[in-house]
């Protein structure tokens, strides 16, 4: 089923309902060399195409910092999962499963858990798995997400 953000609130979510999102996203320059430098990570592995391409290092070129391969997978899903949301609970279970390099093209699935209602009248948790998957349908992220949604006619 692919969602397109207009029935996104805690009572549109069935466990076991599997989204494929409508964006993908190709990794540029500068999504790997900006948003890596502003969190002070210079590892030469995402930075130095002379040292990966020549020094026998496992990738043969410059790899995606993770960091960013979450934020690209998340953030492909948030029209779908994000946009009735009023807190984010929390994320765990991360794994990154395959390098991302420039060039590679991203696209995020996200499947529904579980559903808690906590007796808040507005809102609930919703507990999704996102996945991530390159071109080539090689998966390269999955992690949960714990959000709390609003419901609908809520104020």
Do not use: C, W
């Not at 984010?88 to 499963?97: A, H, P």
């Not at 499947?111 to 906590?118: A, F, H, P, S, T």
């Not at 609930?124 to 349908?137: I, T």
């Amino acid at each position: 089923m692919a969602l397109t953000g207009s029935n996104n609130y805690y009572e549109d979510f069935t466990p076991g309902d599997v989204y494929k999102h409508a964006r993908g996203k190709t990794i540029m320059e500068y999504d790997n060399v900006g948003t890596t430098l502003q969190v002070m990570n210079t590892a030469e592995g995402h930075f130095n195409e002379d040292l990966m391409s020549k020094s026998g290092a496992i990738f043969p070129h410059r790899v995606n910092f993770g960091g960013v391969t979450i934020a690209t997978i998340v953030g492909l899903s948030m029209q779908d999962t994000g946009e009735n949301a009023l807190r984010e609970i929390g994320m765990d279970k991360i794994r990154l499963k395959a390098p991302v390099f420039h060039g590679d093209t991203l696209y995020a699935y996200t499947e529904v858990l579980g559903k808690d209602d906590i007796g808040q009248k507005d809102a609930g948790v919703v507990h999704f798995k996102h996945y991530g998957y390159n071109q080539d349908g090689k998966e390269v992220f999955e992690g949960e997400r714990r959000v709390l949604i609003k419901k609908r006619g809520a104020k």
